[in-house]
């Protein structure tokens, strides 16, 4: 299970570094025009990817609180800062970028620390009101890697439509 997980963290770290390269080379008036997605802009949507990545990998702090170096993967997730406000900077396009750099660092690290027994510890899920039920962590480790891979999906359909090449489909690209 763990070569499976590890190749989705790397996959993710690849396409994460592929969407940034290409939202680099937009102005950032581009990267902030509204797109009618849900999170506006191509930047807003990129900006999700890096909270979602946060608040899910930081939701597996109590599920492997016996394994130090997972924690330790885990506790640099506490220096990644995610920009508010409607509008980014181009400053805070860069902390966007970097972040999600630094989140898949955290991601890779974590599953490399994790072992097998790891990923059948119960993960609490939070966002259910009163007392959250768990799900094994292999399953939210899936649920997170759905949810980039989602929003990726939205960042290359907006790109499409703007003709602009893409490709983190994982066929061109080299990421094991």
């Known amino acids: 299970m763990k070569e499976i997980f590890l190749t989705f963290a790397k996959y993710n770290e690849a396409a994460n570094k592929a969407i940034v390269t290409i939202l680099n080379t937009l102005s950032n008036d581009d990267r902030e025009k509204s797109r009618k997605s849900y999170y506006g802009s191509l930047s807003g949507l990129a900006r999700h990817i890096l909270g979602g990545q946060v608040y899910i990998l930081g939701m597996f702090k109590d599920a492997v609180v016996g394994n130090a170096a997972a924690t330790k993967a885990l506790a640099s997730l506490a220096k990644i800062e995610i920009p508010e406000g409607k509008k ?3 400053e805070q396009w860069k902390t966007v970028a970097a972040g999600l750099k630094a989140a898949d660092k ?3 690290a974590f599953v490399e620390a994790l072992d097998e027994k790891d990923f059948s510890a119960p993960v609490a899920v939070e966002w259910y009101k009163g007392k959250p039920p768990t799900a094994p962590l292999y399953f939210m480790l899936q649920s997170l890697e759905a949810h980039g891979t989602h929003h ?3 960042i290359s359909q907006i790109l499409d439509s703007l003709n602009i090449d893409n490709d983190w489909s994982g066929i061109n690209i080299k990421f094991l």
């Open 106 to 108: 955290a991601h890779i």
């Open 152 to 154: 990726r999906g939205q």
């Open 88 to 90: 980014l900077t181009e």
